[in-house]
């Protein structure tokens, strides 16, 4: 059975990724439970370079480290982050590092509507982007990309999710993704959609 080893140290992200691949028959295991740790530069322009940076690196580390297991697995990485149209994209590939690593949600999220200040509607157009990439034994490497669209509210509102889900006003249903439950937003969210295109894509290969 082949495995896949996730790269990140995530609880949570791992938790959807096993429920979304649990249908290929694949054991899902941590980049920890891999015994590969270490931080990797993810120096690249998109989401879907840093995941691949990220997805090669790990598959790397796996190879010196437990080459059994890396010719056994399928080494997947994601990179997400939010893009906001009137700040020209910002904070995108920066969004974990925006304002520093240490700052809050609660200020990074209060800066944003700042920001905005006077901005209609129709120009706080907003999407969060995730995008997957894997790593087969033999090289051969591929990704997806899954975008959720919203707009920037007014107000933070909601407690659900994490990072800058309680600004993320989704019109359609009338309030935040921080308000949405934890399936409500798997169902439509930027991750769940890359991912289920991954779990196709792996279906077909596997
Ligand atoms: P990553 O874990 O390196 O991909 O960083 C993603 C960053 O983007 C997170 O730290 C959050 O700031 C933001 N982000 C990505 N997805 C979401 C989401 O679903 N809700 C809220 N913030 C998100």
Not at 47 to 74: D, Y
Not at 87 to 95: A, D, F, K
Not at 128 to 134: G, K, Q, T, Y
Not at 140 to 150: L, P, Q, W
């Amino acid at each position: 059975m082949m495995k896949i080893v996730f790269a990140t140290g995530n609880k949570d992200k791992l938790r959807e990724v096993r429920e979304i691949l649990s249908g290929l028959s694949c054991e899902v295991i941590s980049m920890k439970e891999a015994g590969v740790d270490g931080d990797i530069e993810e120096n690249g322009t998109t989401f879907s370079e840093n995941s691949m940076i990220k997805a090669k690196s790990v598959a790397e580390l796996l190879k010196g480290k437990n080459p059994e297991l890396a010719a056994e697995s399928i080494v997947m990485a994601d990179d997400s982050g939010l893009e906001i149209d009137y700040l020209n994209g910002e904070p995108g590939i920066y969004s974990a590092r925006y304002m520093g690593h240490d700052t809050s949600y609660t200020e990074k999220n209060n800066n944003l509507i700042g920001r905005l200040e006077g901005v209609p509607d129709e120009k706080r157009s907003a999407r969060f982007v995730c995008a997957i990439s894997a790593v087969f034994p033999n090289g051969e490497a591929f990704g997806t990309v899954g975008k959720m669209e919203g707009r920037i509210g007014y107000e933070i509102s909601g407690s659900n999710g994490f990072g800058y889900d309680p600004i993320f006003f989704l019109p359609e249903y009338g309030k935040t993704s921080a308000e949405l439950s934890e399936a409500e937003k798997n169902a439509i969210s930027h991750r769940g959609k890359a991912l289920r295109e991954m779990a196709a894509l792996l279906k077909e290969k596997l």
